[in-house]
């Protein structure tokens, strides 16, 4: 049982960086796998990073390895992509997801959304 809440999205330029955040409401974030999806308008939704609960185990698409950092503060409730080198068909909304079985990079496997953030980069 958790809410999430996206933020940080914004209007970039190609190279550029952005940091997304996701809070969450309650006293059982530590609980939960946690992932980034995007979703751009017309296209399938796509699993960008996971991270467990510990935060000791990450997953990243191939398409933003290298590129992007998943990281969580259980403390605070929080889960961050911080998106490097961005290009412009990274342009999509982009929503936090939680999971308290299992960290996976299947959407239908998660349980809890955020109402999500729009990340444009322009070229």
């Known amino acids: 049982q958790v809410q999430l809440v996206e933020s940080g999205g914004g209007l970039v330029q190609a190279g550029g960086s952005l940091r997304l955040s996701c809070a969450a409401s309650?006293?059982?974030?530590?609980?939960?796998?946690m992932a980034w999806f995007r979703q751009a308008p017309g296209k399938e939704r796509e699993f960008v990073a996971a991270?467990?609960?510990?935060?000791?185990?990450?997953y990243y698409a191939d398409s933003v390895k290298g590129r992007f950092t998943i990281s969580r503060d259980n403390a605070k409730n929080t889960v961050d992509l911080r998106m490097n080198s961005l290009k412009p068909e990274n342009t999509a909304g982009y929503y936090c997801?939680?999971?308290?079985?299992?960290?996976?990079?299947?959407?239908?496997?998660?349980?809890?959304w955020g109402q999500g953030t729009q990340v444009t980069v322009s070229s």
């Open positions: 309650g006293r059982t974030f530590s609980s939960y796998n």
């Open positions: 997801a939680a999971d308290l079985r299992m960290m996976s990079s299947d959407f239908y496997e998660y349980d809890y």
């Open positions: 991270i467990s609960w510990s935060g000791l185990s990450t």
